[in-house]
């Protein structure tokens, strides 16, 4: 049961992963046309930069759990790399406290300002004026995929803490 969860975790957001990744064209594609309007033509457009900003904070908060399935994200490497397996599950069983204790804030506070932001149909109040409620969904549903991934983590770090073996994933 343990290892379908685990498994189930790590497609779900290795999928979700590579979407991500690949709505990212879109948004580099936007990013050059905006750039090409404001520095080429000299007319820059009213929602380019804004659009790429929203895109890619949502992107941002979708990949969070992508990159802690492939354990990208920063850590002290001069000291860490030097760990054995055993020692690295060890210091990330210890630090996990502090990454729940985030992940919990983001998706609790995170879900209400989405709600907030649906229910009173929050815009950005630019001059595009775009409604704010699909980035801001990005936010518990990114904060949600870093919690499942980061508990399926945490469980491959006590068991190799236990039997000094990295679990293979």
């Known amino acids: ?39 080429a033509m000299d007319a820059p457009t009213m929602w380019g930069t804004e659009l790429v900003a929203y895109l890619f904070a949502g992107y941002s908060l979708l990949g969070g759990a992508y990159t802690l399935l492939y354990e990208d994200h920063v850590n002290i490497n001069v000291f860490y790399n030097r760990q054995s397996p055993r020692r690295k599950a060890i210091l990330d069983s210890i630090t996990a406290v502090i990454f729940f204790l985030y992940v919990w804030v983001l998706l609790w506070e995170g879900s209400k300002f989405a709600l907030d ?31 499942i991934q980061g ?19």
Do not use: C
């Open 1 to 39: 049961m343990l290892n379908r969860y685990l498994l189930f975790v790590d497609r779900l957001n290795e999928r979700i992963g590579n979407v991500v990744s690949l709505l990212m064209l879109p948004m580099i594609f936007l990013m050059t046309f905006e750039v090409f309007m404001r520095y």
């Open 117 to 147: 932001g649906l229910l009173h149909d929050r815009h950005s109040g630019t001059d595009w004026n775009v409604p704010l409620y699909p980035v801001l969904m990005a936010l518990p549903i990114g904060a949600f995929l870093m919690l």
């Open 151 to 169: 508990v399926a983590k945490f469980t491959r770090d006590l068991d190799t803490a236990v039997s000094g073996q990295k679990v293979a994933k």
